[in-house]
């Protein structure tokens, strides 16, 4: 039984690796989206966390896997029209309806939540974010996050960042993305510029205030911001249809 466990886990960990490997070439081959295998990877990955191959269920994470491995296709069906490639793409939305139903999913408008979901995806891979906090006369703050390629890392300077919006039900690639805080208690930021280099964020609960969110560039905290909560909105309505 053992035996059997760490296989399962080296079958998810080479499935990921294949993964990650696929969308380094997804977001920076520009229109040759449908030379790479990143839509048959994510949907992988989609299969093993539905099943809880090598680890545990995760119907969420599911979803949104299989999101990508439908937006993947998309962008290849519009290069070329293959038969089997739409049989695939119709496979993928299958799985989509039934999980959808499963977890409840709507179709929001607004998405609300107590971190800053899409800065922490932006961030995922490993990339720097230029981020800079706009209030607004609501008492909102608008937080814009714009990825910094790495260098040498023979990457693509026009890649971008792939962001699944799963309660949207689509996903997209961006050159930035963008959040807004609610109920701010607090804003501070390093320096006189309110545009600060980021690598990593972290959220924590304080008694007084709530939830403060702390931005850190090689390990210095840089910003923090106390607000309740963050909100996400779609930004083109492509919903579905089930």
Not at 45 to 62: F, L, N
Not at 68 to 76: G, H
Not at 81 to 93: C, G, N, Q, T
Request: charged share 30%; hydrophobic share 35%.
């Amino acid at each position: 039984m053992k035996e059997r466990d760490e296989s399962r886990t080296y079958v998810r960990r080479e499935v990921r690796a294949g993964y990650r490997k696929e969308l380094k070439k997804f977001i920076s081959e520009g229109k040759g989206h449908y030379k790479c295998r990143f839509a048959e990877l994510a949907y992988e990955m989609g299969d093993m966390y539905r099943k809880g191959i090598g680890g545990p269920v995760d119907t969420a994470k599911a979803y949104s896997y299989y999101l990508q491995a439908e937006y993947a296709m998309q962008l290849r069906l519009q290069v070329k029209r293959r038969s089997e490639d739409e049989a695939f793409l119709a496979k993928v939305r299958l799985a989509l309806t039934k999980l959808r139903r499963k977890l409840g999913y709507g179709s929001e408008k607004l998405y609300c939540s107590t971190h800053p979901f899409v800065l922490y995806q932006a961030l995922d891979e490993g990339h720097d974010l230029m981020v800079s906090f706009r209030p607004l006369k609501s008492g909102r703050i608008k937080i814009v996050g714009a990825r910094i390629p790495k260098a040498g890392r023979e990457e693509s300077k026009n890649s971008r960042m792939l962001i699944t919006y799963d309660r949207f039900h689509y996903c997209e690639l961006r050159d930035f993305v963008i959040t807004y805080a609610q109920n701010v208690q607090g804003l501070w930021f390093e320096g006189n510029e309110d545009c600060i280099r980021v690598d990593s964020i972290t959220l924590t609960i304080d008694e007084m205030f709530g939830n403060r969110c702390e931005f850190y560039y090689r390990g210095k905290l840089v910003a923090y911001i106390f607000a309740e909560d963050y909100v996400v909105s779609s930004g083109r309505p492509r919903y579905m249809r089930f």
